[in-house]
C-alpha cells in the first residue's frame, strides 16, 4: 500500500482506508457488519499524525478472509498482524431509526424502517440486524421521539443541528414520500430547526413534488440515488429500477433551476471506468455539490461476483480518483468527509486537504 501511495502521490491512509472498506474486518462477533472508532497510532500514518486528525470511524463488512482485523483482547485494529491503532465503541452495525453524524451536528432519520428495504443487488440492508422499529414516521411519533432526544442531550431545541436528513428505504410511492418530509420539516420547526432538511432517495421525481417542497420545505436538498449507470434493471429493486438515468437528469435539473442543493449517489467498483467517466461528465453540470461515491463492499460470497474485474485491483480506483479529481477542480465541489464513511477520499483530493469531522 505504501508503494500505491507513492506512486499516486497520495498519502498512505487514502489507500489503506480504501483497502480496508474494499476489503472488510476480520472480528470474532457474530453478525455481518460492524462499526467503531479508530484511533490510529502506526508511524505510516504521517499525514493523520502531522494533522493532528488521528480519529476515524467506519462500518464495515465482517470477512473472515481480510487482512484487516480487530483484536477484541487488545481493542486494537491490526493489518497482517501489524497493530494500527485503538479501536473503541466497536459494534454490530445495525440499522438505526437514527444516528448522528458530523459530531452530531447532522441527525439521519431513517423513519421507514430501512432495513424492511430489500432488492437492490449491491445493498447490505438484508444482512443488517434491524434496530429501526421504532415509529417516527406519524407526526406524534416524531414529537415524542424529538422529546426524549432533547432530553438525552439535554438540549432545549434542535437549533443546534445543521442538518437533518431523512436517510430511509423506500417509501413505496412519491406521494407518501412528499407528505413526509413536509411534515419532518413542520415538525423540525416547531422544535427551532430552520436548518437543511435533506432527503436521499429515488421517489421524488415530478416537477409538482419539487415545486412543492420548494414552497413548504426550504431549505431543502435532495441526493438522488441513483447508484449505477448500467444494468439497472438487473441490480436495482422493482421500484427503481424503471426510473432512468434520462429521468434521474430531468430530476436533477428541476431540482438545480429551483435552487437546491442537488446531487447523487454512486456506487463505485460495479461499472467499467469508461462508463463512470462518462457518466459523471453528463451528471457534472446537473449538481451543486460532490456526489456521494461509496465503494462498493460485498457483504457476502454471492455479493463478490457483482465487483466488476478491473475492480479487484486498487488502480481501478486511482484511475478513478484522477479523472474525479481533474472533473472537478474547476468547481467548488468537494467530497464532505463527514458524510461517508466508504469514500474514495480521505485526506486529500488533487492538492487539496480534506478537513473535518471523521467520527459521527
Ligand atoms: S432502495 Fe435498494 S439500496 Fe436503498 S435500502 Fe432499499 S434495497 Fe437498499
Not at 445493498?123 to 415509529?135: F, N, S, V
Not at 413505496?172 to 423540525?188: A, N, S, Y
Not at 478491473?310 to 488502480?315: C, E, K, L, P, S
Request: proline share 4%.
Amino acid at each position: 500500500m505504501q508503494q500505491v501511495a507513492e506512486k499516486y502521490g497520495i498519502p498512505f491512509e487514502d489507500v489503506f482506508f480504501l483497502d480496508l472498506n474494499l476489503s472488510g474486518i476480520k472480528v470474532d462477533m457474530r453478525c455481518s457488519r460492524v462499526r467503531f472508532q479508530v484511533t490510529q497510532q502506526n508511524p505510516y500514518f504521517v499525514t493523520s499524525m502531522e494533522r493532528g486528525e488521528s480519529d476515524y470511524f467506519f462500518g464495515l463488512p465482517v470477512r473472515p478472509k481480510s487482512q484487516h482485523r480487530v483484536d477484541m483482547v487488545n481493542n486494537t485494529m491490526t493489518f497482517g498482524g501489524e497493530t494500527i491503532g485503538i479501536v473503541r465503541d466497536l459494534a454490530n452495525d445495525t440499522c438505526d431509526t437514527t444516528y448522528p453524524r458530523k459530531g452530531g451536528a447532522v441527525m439521519n432519520l431513517n423513519a421507514n424502517s430501512k432495513s424492511s428495504c430489500h432488492g437492490c443487488a449491491f445493498c447490505h440492508t438484508l444482512k443488517q440486524t434491524p434496530k429501526d422499529r421504532e415509529d417516527v414516521s406519524t407526526e406524534s411519533s416524531l414529537r415524542n421521539f424529538i422529546d426524549r432526544w432533547l432530553q438525552k442531550y439535554n438540549v432545549s431545541d434542535l437549533s443546534y443541528l445543521e442538518q437533518v436528513a431523512v436517510v430511509t428505504g423506500c417509501f413505496g410511492g412519491e406521494k407518501k414520500t412528499l407528505d413526509h418530509l413536509i411534515m419532518v420539516r413542520k415538525v423540525f420547526k416547531d422544535y427551532g430547526y430552520e436548518g437543511e432538511l435533506f432527503y436521499f432517495g429515488s421517489e421524488i421525481r415530478s416537477d409538482d413534488a419539487l415545486m412543492k417542497l420548494k414552497r413548504e420545505a426550504e431549505p431543502f436538498a435532495i441526493c438522488i440515488s441513483m447508484e449505477c449507470f448500467t444494468n439497472r434493471e438487473r441490480w436495482l429493486r422493482d421500484i427503481k429500477r424503471d426510473l432512468t438515468i434520462n429521468e434521474i437528469k430531468r430530476i436533477l435539473k428541476t431540482s438545480l433551476d429551483l435552487g437546491f442543493n442537488t446531487n447523487f449517489s454512486y456506487i463505485l467498483g460495479l461499472e467499467p471506468l469508461e462508463v463512470v467517466k462518462k457518466g459523471f461528465e453528463e451528471m457534472l453540470p446537473l449538481i451543486n455539490r460532490f456526489p456521494v461515491i461509496n465503494v462498493f463492499q460485498p457483504h457476502t460470497d454471492g455479493q463478490e461476483i457483482l465487483r466488476y474485474k478491473d475492480a479487484w485491483d486498487i488502480g481501478y480506483y486511482m484511475k478513478a480518483r484522477k479523472f474525479l479529481e481533474d472533473m472537478f477542480s474547476g468547481t467548488n465541489m468537494r467530497p464532505r468527509p463527514w458524510e461517508n464513511y466508504r469514500a474514495l477520499w480521505y485526506l486529500t483530493f488533487g492538492k487539496e486537504k480534506l478537513n473535518g469531522t471523521r467520527t459521527p
